[in-house]
């Protein structure tokens, strides 16, 4: 009869993800740059809904004299140019500053996962090992009892 020989072969993944946790964000911040912070430093500032309300009151300032000149085109151009381009750029680094915070959630619940999907098939690899043993011990005595009824049948 065949016996189970099954050797486990772990990934070699498996160890290096040990080595490497998930990459986070402020995990970053000590290897940037004096550019690379003053850059992150003014999106940060930018990126809020106060910079938003300033843009907004500053925005304001030369509404009235694009009301009093009377010119469509200039009105237009005061929305297009100064209203939405200073007010939205803040609110939409709001939104992409939450969305990115949801993501890095999500990306270590993943991770969180992932490891303990790992540590379950560990443990299914250990138990489909014990059952090769009990199957292997099974057979043994099966063909024990298969060469005792071959000697008494001969005699």
């Known amino acids: 009869m065949v ?4 050797q486990y072969q772990q990934h070699p993944h498996v160890e290096a993800r040990k080595e490497n946790p998930p990459h986070q964000v402020h995990h970053r911040k000590k290897k940037l740059s004096l550019n690379d912070r003053i850059g992150l430093g003014i999106t940060k500032r930018v990126g809020t809904m106060w910079a938003a309300y300033f843009f907004v009151a500053l925005s304001l300032v030369s509404l009235p004299a694009a009301l009093a000149s009377g010119d469509t085109l200039i009105i237009v151009a005061w929305v297009a140019q100064t209203f939405l381009q200073l007010v939205l750029l803040p609110v939409i680094i709001v939104g992409q500053n939450l969305q990115a915070a949801d993501a890095e959630k999500r990306a270590i619940a993943t991770y969180d ?7 379950e098939a560990k443990e299914i690899q250990s138990h489909l090992s014990s059952q090769d043993q009990a199957l292997n011990h099974l057979i043994d005595r099966l063909e024990n009892l298969e060469a005792k009824l071959i000697k008494a ?3």
Do not use: H
Request: proline share 0%.
């Open 3 to 6: 016996k189970a020989d099954y």
């Open 113 to 119: 996962d992932a490891g303990a999907i790992l540590e």
């Open 153 to 155: 049948s001969k005699k």
